[in-house]
């Protein structure tokens, strides 16, 4: 499965909604971040245009491995707020890199509804 992530906009720390990657929720929980897993707020096997709406009406970003995120329907595009990370690197250097690029994402997110973090940066789509 993807790393899907949910963390509410505005101040951090944030809440996290993670979908797997127990390297990535033991670093997010170590920087002060509040984790639940997906299994606590939804069902298993959600659909990525539900997990969406969800997201949206909980004011929340999906920082995520699928790029299916940013490719959902175009009304979900125009408000739903993601961060899709295309990285490939151990779980522990993904992490501290996902943590060390996290702010200024979701400073991106403030004018942009998705944003591609990979090794070179992050940029908006």
Request: charged share 25%; glycine share 10%.
């Given at each position: 499965m993807c790393l899907a992530e949910l963390a509410r906009l505005?101040?951090?720390?944030?809440?996290?909604?993670?979908?797997?990657?127990?390297?990535?929720?033991?670093?997010?929980?170590?920087?002060?971040?509040?984790?639940?897993?997906?299994?606590?707020?939804?069902?298993?096997?959600?659909?990525?245009?539900?997990?969406?709406?969800?997201?949206?009406?909980?004011?929340?970003?999906?920082?995520?491995?699928?790029?299916?995120f940013t490719r959902l329907k175009r009304d979900l595009m125009r408000k739903i707020k993601a961060i899709y990370v295309k990285l490939r690197m151990a779980p522990d250097r993904m992490a501290e890199y996902i943590l060390n690029n996290l702010s200024s994402c979701i400073e991106k997110l403030s004018t942009a509804n998705v944003v591609i973090l990979d090794e070179a940066d992050y940029h908006a789509i």
């Open positions: 505005g101040a951090l720390p944030s809440s996290y909604i993670p979908e797997g990657g127990v390297a990535r929720v033991r670093e997010l929980r170590r920087a002060g971040y509040r984790v639940a897993t997906i299994d606590q707020i939804a069902k298993q096997g959600i659909r990525n245009d539900e997990l969406a709406s969800l997201s949206i009406k909980h004011g929340m970003i999906i920082i995520t491995r699928d790029v299916d």
